[in-house]
């Protein structure tokens, strides 16, 4: 039909035009292929996968030993997918010392080589806010490009921000296809391969902590983390929604999660808020304890406290 | 068997046309093979091609998305003055809104696309097929409402026309209640949009209950802004018959429209300017800047001012009948509410983002690329579908008079004359 | 009498830090999947942090005579910057004259430097109890089992205890520069 429109009646550069629009059809129908083909790396299986939460324990068995072939022969490295579930009687809280924190950011990297963040582009799930102490939490003086030679720098304190794992997840519910859910123990996670990327959760997290996989992620072999979970730190591919998940490999291990490792003042403390016996329900009984955001009824899990 | 001649015949009046009109197609598709181009770029690379960032994670795509939505929504709403004051057979005007609001929708639907980091999983979001999150997610409830407003506008337009083509009566008892329905539905298609940033407590710039009201307000000014220009460049250069009269009332609703949207702005800014909460930064950031960051200023400013010199323009009975200052007008409240939909909505929802740090946002190549060959597309079919029901409606094409006509024929009449032919010399020729 | 010699516990501050940084990287290692420990166990990461070859203190000090003077240390243990209520207080308050190998409550009693908490408890009571629950400090291991403490000397400098600044990891990209 094209080609009788060029030879009808249409001018000459009209035709050329038309001609190169035809040659840059062409190119694209191919390019369109490859795409398909190439670009977005999706076999018919995993295009095809269901929502994690409606799987079966055998078709699960399948996709992690999948899963685990193919992330082994892309780095190089025998990997392993749990997908453990959470540990009957618990419910994970989390608190965080504000007057303790020195703002070094070995937490944000702890997390990254843990939890498998892509390098370039960077992610970043833990955001550190420098505040002044003369203005106390005020968002929107605070900075987190910070770069002193020496941290604490005189007059502030820092405000570590990374998902506040809430008991009322705006995320969740914005969710359109249910990809993000609120586990048992209280991990809000999100199913990587069920997500479209519409990016409503990271409109509706009130703390910034839900980032997008912009472009792809990538991850040096050498220091790719192989021992996953499903739900977690399993490498993502671009287009979909991360998030902190308590590191949810760690913590279902009975393990503390990274941050609380590598934080060299003590200051970031985990624990199971069903136990009456364990650090975090201690601070929440003695300590002054603040939520972030606490009129927007999401009701974190995520605690702030003064341990002085 | 009928039904697919219609198709075809369709087909071959869409191809009917001369120079200015295959120039228009030929931009309309270089366009959108730019877009496409684009768009397999962003494919392939992922939505880093955007400049969204986790700060400002959505931009340029979902405010044209909703701008449009706007457009769908009001276009319909000329049923009404169409209906009530019965100025011409229903059929006539009101398959020219629906014509826009089925394009618009498309353009609606094919920027969320777009606006999607996997696109190939589109099916997550279908009931049964996939794990459809309804009814607490509002966006499911905008994905519903907008496709079935896609499908009744389509249903109406392809049975009005088809009736018409067969030299059949149309069924009135089925149109009607459709046509009525779709009254609510485009009302609904907007509130929901609303809904969808109105219900989300971590962006107070949206969450404030005067952005639904709003939404329809501005809604009712930018679509029939769309459609009043539409029909007198229909008018010009097809067979297209309207009343002046009907522009002089759709751009008195306008002006009405317009108030209520000036009202509810200053409304919204008193209240956020006067009580002066952590809330009110981001106003700040679209009126009036915070410290260097003034980026947006100038689009919230004259999107006010272009506001309020149209609803003067099409309150004023003498400026109102002139269609210079009424295309003045109708210019300005395209623009103003294109500014304020597509830039002055999302953006500042987002800047700072919740924790309070500054990334500024403006649209990058790629998404003006991508966002061009949507438009495009968008003005294909609008251009097809309005040819299709010109020829039926204005210039009696039916199918009698089609069944002979071959494509031999239809590109023998361009060959014939170049000089961008007359519709009618197709039909009456 | 025996001369008097501080038992030294010098640790620079920064080592202290290096100590708690390289733990943390060594709990990373053994993940055993839903371990069942004997809750409430608790072990230290490590033995206090000696500078090294000072310890045990009476290979010196045993047959010096002890010199209660208060003074500043010219010959030995001069590296020891003390500022720890200085003014009030002094070496032989905390380490036991008799046995140099121990430190002394105000009672007298003696402890080892492995329950110097208990010492350092004696003016600081809400951290010590803070400590033990694991709120004051650092706990590394597992959360429902098996803990690794630190001591209060891992990370203060017990002759100046305030916890010297660090230099920051690098900040983010900025968001612009993400491409």
Same mark, same amino acid.
């Given at each position: 039909?094209?080609?009788?429109?060029?030879?009808?009646?249409?001018?000459?550069?009209?035709?050329?035009?038309?001609?190169?629009?035809?040659?840059?059809?062409?190119?694209?129908?191919?390019?369109?292929?490859?795409?398909?083909?190439?670009?977005?790396?999706?076999?018919?299986?995993?295009?095809?996968?269901? +929502?994690?939460?409606?799987? !079966?324990?055998?078709?699960?068995?399948?996709?992690? !030993?999948?899963?685990?072939?193919?992330?082994?022969?892309?780095?190089?490295?025998?990997?392993?997918?749990?997908?453990?579930?959470?540990?009957?009687?618990?419910?994970?809280?989390?608190?965080?010392?504000?007057?303790?924190?020195?703002?070094?950011?070995?937490?944000?990297?702890?997390?990254?080589?843990?939890?498998?963040?892509?390098?370039?582009?960077?992610?970043?799930?833990?955001?550190?806010?420098?505040? @002044?102490?003369?203005?106390?939490?005020?968002?929107?003086?605070? @900075?987190?490009?910070?770069?002193?030679?020496?941290?604490?720098?005189?007059?502030?304190?820092?405000?570590?921000?990374?998902?506040?794992?809430?008991? +009322?997840?705006?995320?969740?519910?914005?969710?359109?296809?249910?990809?993000?859910?609120?586990?048992? @123990?209280?991990?809000?996670?999100?199913?990587? +391969?069920?997500?479209?990327?519409?990016?409503?959760?990271?409109?509706?997290?009130?703390?910034?902590?839900?980032? =997008?996989?912009?472009?792809?992620?990538?991850?040096?072999?050498?220091?790719?983390?192989?021992? !996953?979970?499903?739900? *977690?730190?399993?490498?993502?591919?671009?287009?979909?929604?991360?998030?902190?998940? =308590?590191?949810?490999?760690?913590?279902?291990?009975?393990?503390?999660?990274?941050?609380?490792?590598?934080?060299?003042? *003590?200051?970031?403390? =985990?624990?199971?808020?069903?136990?009456?016996?364990?650090?975090?329900?201690?601070?929440?009984?003695?300590?002054?304890?603040?939520?972030?955001?606490? @009129?927007?009824? !999401?009701?974190?899990?995520?605690?702030?406290?003064?341990?002085? | 068997?009928?039904?697919?001649?219609?198709?075809?015949?369709?087909?071959?009046?869409? $191809?009917?046309?001369?120079?200015?009109?295959?120039?228009?197609?030929?931009?309309?598709?270089?366009?959108?093979?730019?877009?496409?181009?684009?768009?397999?770029?962003?494919?392939?690379?992922?939505?880093?091609?955007?400049?969204?960032?986790?700060?400002?994670?959505?931009?340029?795509?979902?405010?044209?998305?909703?701008?449009?939505?706007?457009?769908?929504?009001?276009?319909?709403? #000329?049923?009404?003055?169409?209906?009530?004051?019965?100025?011409?057979?229903?059929?006539?005007?009101?398959?020219?809104?629906?014509? $826009?609001?089925?394009?618009?929708?498309?353009?609606?639907?094919?920027?969320?696309?777009?606006?999607?980091?996997?696109?190939?999983?589109?099916?997550?979001? $279908?009931?049964?097929?996939?794990?459809?999150?309804?009814?607490?997610?509002?966006?499911?409830?905008?994905?519903?409402?907008?496709?079935?407003?896609?499908?009744?506008?389509?249903?109406?337009?392809?049975?009005?026309?088809?009736?018409?083509?067969? %030299?059949?009566?149309?069924?009135?008892?089925?149109?009607?209640?459709?046509? #009525?329905?779709?009254?609510?539905?485009?009302?609904?298609?907007?509130?929901?949009?609303?809904?969808?940033?109105?219900?989300?407590?971590?962006?107070?710039?949206?969450?404030?209950?005067?952005?639904?009201?709003?939404?329809?307000?501005?809604?009712?000014?930018?679509?029939?802004?769309?459609?009043?220009?539409?029909?007198?460049?229909?008018?010009?250069?097809?067979?297209?018959?309207?009343?002046?009269?009907?522009?002089?009332?759709?751009?008195?609703?306008?002006?009405?429209?317009?108030?209520?949207? #000036?009202?509810?702005?200053?409304?919204?800014?008193?209240?956020?300017?006067?009580?002066?909460?952590?809330?009110?930064?981001?106003?700040?950031?679209?009126?009036?800047?915070?410290?260097?960051?003034?980026?947006?200023?100038?689009?919230?400013?004259?999107?006010?001012?272009?506001?309020?010199?149209?609803?003067?323009?099409?309150?004023?009975?003498?400026?109102?009948?002139?269609?210079?200052?009424?295309?003045?007008?109708?210019?300005?409240?395209?623009?103003?509410?294109?500014?304020? %939909?597509?830039?002055?909505?999302?953006?500042?929802?987002?800047?700072?983002?919740?924790?309070?740090?500054?990334?500024?946002?403006?649209?990058?190549?790629?998404?003006?690329?991508?966002?061009?060959?949507?438009?495009?597309?968008?003005?294909?079919?609008?251009?097809?579908?309005?040819?299709?029901?010109?020829?039926?409606?204005?210039?009696?094409?039916?199918?009698?008079?089609?069944?002979?006509?071959?494509?031999?024929?239809?590109?023998?009449?361009?060959?014939?004359?170049?000089?961008?032919? %007359?519709?009618?010399?197709?039909?009456?020729? | 009498?025996?001369?008097?010699?501080?038992?030294?516990?010098? &640790?620079?501050?920064?080592?202290?830090?290096?100590?708690?940084?390289?733990?943390?990287?060594?709990?990373?290692?053994?993940?055993?999947?839903?371990?069942?420990?004997?809750?409430?166990?608790? &072990?230290?990461?490590?033995?206090?942090?000696?500078?090294?070859?000072?310890?045990?203190?009476?290979?010196?000090?045993?047959?010096?005579?002890?010199?209660?003077?208060?003074?500043?240390?010219?010959?030995?243990?001069?590296?020891?910057?003390?500022?720890?209520?200085?003014?009030? /207080?002094?070496?032989?308050?905390?380490?036991?004259?008799?046995?140099?190998?121990?430190?002394?409550?105000?009672?007298?009693?003696?402890?080892?430097?492995?329950?110097?908490?208990?010492?350092?408890?004696?003016?600081?009571?809400?951290?010590?109890?803070?400590?033990?629950?694991?709120?004051?400090?650092?706990?590394?291991?597992?959360?429902?089992?098996?803990?690794?403490?630190?001591?209060?000397?891992?990370?203060?400098?017990?002759?100046?205890?305030?916890?010297?600044?660090?230099?920051?990891?690098?900040?983010?990209? /900025?968001?612009?520069?993400?491409?």
């Amino acid at each position: 039909m094209k080609n009788k429109i060029e030879n009808a009646g249409i001018p000459m550069e009209e035709k050329d035009k038309s001609t190169t629009t035809r040659k840059n059809l062409l190119k694209t129908a191919a390019a369109a292929g490859m795409m398909l083909a190439t670009g977005c790396k999706m076999s018919m299986e995993e295009f095809l996968q269901k +929502n994690f939460k409606t799987l !079966t324990d055998s078709e699960k068995k399948e996709i992690i !030993t999948r899963l685990e072939s193919e992330y082994s022969k892309k780095y190089g490295k025998k990997f392993t997918v749990s997908a453990q579930e959470p540990i009957e009687g618990t419910l994970f809280g989390y608190a965080l010392d504000i007057s303790r924190c020195i703002g070094c950011r070995r937490c944000v990297y702890a997390c990254v080589n843990e939890n498998n963040q892509s390098r370039k582009p960077q992610v970043h799930w833990i955001q550190v806010l420098q505040m @002044d102490k003369e203005k106390g939490i005020d968002y929107h003086h605070s @900075d987190t490009h910070y770069n002193p030679p020496k941290v604490p720098l005189e007059g502030h304190f820092y405000l570590p921000v990374a998902c506040q794992q809430c008991r +009322n997840p705006q995320c969740t519910t914005v969710c359109p296809v249910k990809a993000t859910w609120q586990e048992i @123990d209280g991990i809000v996670v999100v199913d990587y +391969n069920w997500c479209i990327g519409c990016r409503n959760c990271m409109a509706a997290c009130p703390y910034g902590a839900r980032h =997008f996989n912009w472009g792809q992620p990538s991850i040096p072999n050498e220091e790719v983390n192989p021992e !996953t979970h499903y739900l *977690g730190n399993r490498p993502r591919m671009k287009g979909v929604v991360e998030k902190c998940t =308590f590191c949810i490999q760690r913590a279902r291990a009975g393990l503390y999660p990274s941050c609380v490792e590598v934080c060299p003042v *003590g200051a970031r403390k =985990f624990g199971n808020l069903l136990d009456p016996e364990s650090e975090i329900r201690y601070i929440l009984k003695t300590k002054r304890v603040l939520i972030l955001k606490e @009129d927007l009824n !999401t009701q974190p899990k995520f605690y702030y406290f003064f341990g002085v | 068997m009928k039904f697919i001649k219609f198709i075809l015949l369709s087909i071959k009046i869409f $191809l009917r046309g001369g120079k200015y009109f295959y120039l228009w197609i030929s931009f309309l598709l270089l366009l959108i093979l730019w877009g496409v181009t684009g768009y397999i770029n962003q494919i392939s690379d992922g939505l880093i091609v955007t400049s969204m960032r986790d700060s400002v994670s959505w931009g340029f795509y979902i405010g044209n998305f909703t701008f449009l939505v706007g457009v769908a929504a009001a276009s319909i709403m #000329l049923v009404i003055p169409a209906y009530i004051y019965e100025w011409k057979p229903i059929k006539e005007v009101v398959i020219f809104g629906e014509i $826009l609001a089925i394009s618009s929708v498309i353009m609606c639907l094919l920027f969320i696309i777009a606006d999607m980091g996997q696109p190939l999983r589109f099916w997550h979001m $279908l009931p049964i097929l996939g794990t459809m999150n309804f009814p607490s997610s509002i966006l499911t409830w905008d994905a519903m409402v907008l496709n079935s407003y896609l499908f009744l506008n389509l249903f109406i337009v392809t049975y009005l026309l088809y009736h018409a083509f067969i %030299k059949k009566e149309y069924n009135k008892s089925i149109v009607m209640p459709l046509i #009525l329905l779709s009254i609510p539905l485009a009302v609904g298609i907007h509130t929901v949009t609303a809904f969808l940033y109105n219900g989300m407590p971590a962006r107070h710039y949206w969450n404030s209950a005067i952005l639904t009201p709003k939404f329809i307000a501005s809604a009712f000014c930018s679509g029939p802004a769309v459609m009043l220009i539409l029909f007198q460049i229909l008018r010009k250069i097809t067979s297209f018959q309207i009343k002046d009269e009907v522009f002089w009332k759709i751009a008195e609703l306008m002006a009405y429209a317009m108030f209520l949207n #000036l009202f509810l702005t200053g409304s919204e800014i008193f209240k956020e300017y006067y009580s002066d909460t952590e809330h009110l930064i981001y106003h700040k950031y679209l009126y009036t800047g915070i410290g260097k960051h003034n980026d947006l200023v100038i689009y919230a400013w004259s999107s006010i001012i272009m506001g309020i010199a149209a609803f003067f323009l099409f309150l004023i009975p003498k400026t109102r009948t002139n269609f210079l200052t009424l295309n003045i007008g109708a210019v300005f409240i395209y623009l103003s509410v294109y500014v304020e %939909k597509g830039i002055g909505l999302i953006i500042p929802a987002f800047t700072p983002d919740v924790l309070g740090q500054f990334y500024i946002y403006t649209p990058s190549w790629a998404e003006l690329r991508v966002a061009a060959g949507i438009f495009s597309l968008g003005f294909l079919l609008f251009t097809f579908m309005v040819k299709v029901a010109i020829a039926i409606i204005f210039e009696d094409f039916n199918i009698d008079k089609l069944s002979s006509l071959t494509f031999r024929d239809i590109f023998k009449n361009i060959i014939d004359d170049k000089s961008a032919p %007359k519709p009618e010399s197709a039909s009456r020729g | 009498m025996k001369k008097i010699i501080l038992p030294v516990l010098f &640790i620079l501050t920064m080592t202290c830090i290096g100590i708690c940084l390289s733990a943390a990287d060594k709990a990373v290692e053994k993940r055993i999947p839903n371990k069942k420990t004997e809750k409430g166990r608790e &072990i230290a990461i490590s033995p206090p942090p000696f500078s090294a070859g000072i310890f045990p203190c009476t290979e010196c000090h045993s047959g010096m005579p002890v010199n209660y003077n208060r003074r500043a240390l010219t010959e030995e243990h001069a590296n020891i910057v003390f500022t720890h209520d200085e003014k009030n /207080r002094w070496c032989l308050d905390c380490h036991s004259a008799g046995n140099r190998d121990f430190l002394h409550l105000a009672s007298g009693r003696l402890v080892s430097f492995q329950e110097s908490y208990k010492l350092c408890g004696q003016c600081h009571g809400p951290k010590l109890r803070d400590w033990e629950k694991g709120v004051h400090g650092k706990r590394s291991g597992y959360w429902n089992g098996e803990k690794k403490y630190l001591l209060c000397v891992h990370c203060h400098n017990p002759h100046s205890p305030a916890f010297n600044p660090l230099q920051p990891m690098p900040p983010p990209v /900025r968001q612009e520069n993400i491409r």
